[in-house]
């Protein structure tokens, strides 16, 4: 890990191809450094199930195709809050579909706001009035316009 900024990305890949496994942690610390295909790859064969909020880590490195596959994969472990990390690299409709289904606190989702479409923060407004929730609908308002 040491060395990895000082070596060329074909070493660096070669190297790490040597290894059976690499860490969560090993492949974010990494992560700046290789290819994005050899990313990609490692990304894929890495488990997040115990560190599903790792992943946000990643999110700026792997390509939107991987990450989307990973986070279906990790969504029923993922938090709320976990998400927020992610909401810059996912796509609106993935994004829209996870503030639609959340039951929990309006609250929680604060930091995704920026990200989805004005018609899914339509749906929430109605949601807060609907809840006499309207703490939550002051901070809807200036995305809504």
């Known amino acids: 890990l040491g060395l990895a900024p000082f070596l ?7 190297i790490i191809n040597q290894n059976e496994k690499i860490t969560v942690k090993q492949l974010i610390a990494l992560a700046p450094f ?3 295909k050899v990313l990609d790859e490692w990304a894929m064969r890495t488990d997040f199930i115990q560190n599903p909020g790792k992943l946000s880590a990643l999110a700026p490195f792997v ?4 990450l989307i596959d990973l986070f279906h994969v990790l969504k029923k472990d993922l938090r709320i809050n976990e998400c927020c990390g992610l909401a810059p690299f996912l796509p609106k409709g993935t994004l829209n579909h996870i503030v639609l289904e959340h039951q929990g ?3 929680e989702m604060c930091s995704l706001l920026p990200f ?7 749906v929430l407004a109605e949601r807060c009035v609907k809840e006499n929730n309207y703490r939550f609908l002051s901070m809807l308002a200036p995305f809504i316009r």
């Open 34 to 36: 290789l290819e994005q």
């Open 63 to 66: 390509s939107k195709e991987v």
């Open 116 to 122: 989805v479409d004005k018609e899914c923060l339509v």
């Open 8 to 14: 060329k990305k074909e070493t660096l890949t070669r």
């Open 105 to 107: 606190d309006l609250m």
